[in-house]
């Protein structure tokens, strides 16, 4: 099991940029690919951002492409979101989620696929 609690989110003005992070608990951080998901007021929740577990894989939801990159250190068991060039409609709680997963390289897009959420860090984008 894995505990995970996402921290740097905040306000900042449109064009800025944040790093979010993700802290994991437990020893085994390695053994889950990761994900970043979002959800603005009144909407579903959106994928954002997939790495797997060697950090060789990563792979973007279509609105962030280009601007946020998903990274990770396993030996910090920490996995972080570079946010760019933001935009009002990035305006959302953003959460982290891992799922345990035998393959190195696979990516994990579908949130049901996901096991374990933190409980989320709030980022708004001002105009």
């Known amino acids: 099991q894995v505990q995970l609690v996402e921290s740097g989110g905040g306000l900042v003005q449109a064009g800025g940029s944040l790093r979010l992070s993700c802290a994991a608990s437990?020893?085994?951080?390695?053994?889950?690919?990761m994900g970043w998901f979002r959800q603005a007021p009144g909407k579903e929740r959106e994928f954002v951002a997939s790495?797997?577990?060697?950090?060789?894989?990563?792979y973007y939801g279509d609105s962030v492409k280009g601007r946020f990159t998903i990274s990770r250190d396993n030996a910090k068991n920490t996995v972080y979101l570079r946010m760019n060039s933001l935009k009002p409609e990035d305006t959302a709680v953003y959460y982290c989620?891992?799922?345990?997963?035998?393959?190195?390289?696979?990516?994990?897009?579908?949130?049901?696929?996901?096991?374990?959420w933190g409980q989320g860090t709030q980022v708004t984008v001002s105009s």
């Open positions: 790495i797997s577990r060697n950090g060789n894989s990563t």
């Open positions: 437990g020893r085994t951080f390695s053994s889950y690919p």
């Open positions: 989620a891992a799922v345990l997963m035998a393959s190195l390289e696979r990516t994990v897009v579908r949130g049901t696929a996901y096991d374990y």
